[in-house]
């Protein structure tokens, strides 16, 4: 069974950059056709893919965020990461990254983070 858990700073400046990182156990983030995301959930809103990273190291990202998302791993510490530049308090949402491979998901339990002066 894999699990995911995010970990980060809960509370991020405007203008500063957002890093989370998301430990995966009960698998290998280079295991064939795991793609690994992160999605996002602003308060009163739906949820938001952000972008992912697959088991071969190639990304993709959603055009209304690419400008300033990026998503990195170890592989290591069996761990991927979130960079978000130049937050503004319309990135404060809970954060989730997930795993997903041939129509199975699993995700981790989520972590709020709130962007405030």
């Known amino acids: 069974q894999v699990q995911l858990q995010e970990s980060g700073p809960g509370l991020v400046k405007p203008s500063q950059t957002l890093s989370l990182t998301c430990t995966v156990s009960?698998?290998?983030?280079?295991?064939?056709?795991?793609?690994w995301s992160w999605i996002r959930q602003p308060p009163g809103k739906g949820l938001e893919w952000m972008g992912s990273?697959?088991?071969?190291?190639?990304?993709y990202y959603s055009p209304s965020l690419k400008s300033h998302t990026s998503i990195s791993r170890d592989t290591s510490k069996n761990q991927f990461s979130l960079q978000l530049t130049s937050v503004t308090p319309e990135d404060t949402a809970v954060y989730y990254c997930?795993?997903?491979?041939?129509?199975?998901?699993?995700w981790g339990q989520g972590t709020q983070v709130t962007v405030s002066s």
């Open positions: 990273i697959a088991y071969d190291g190639s990304t």
């Open positions: 997930k795993a997903s491979v041939a129509g199975t998901y699993y």
């Open positions: 009960g698998g290998s983030i280079t295991t064939s056709y795991y793609y």
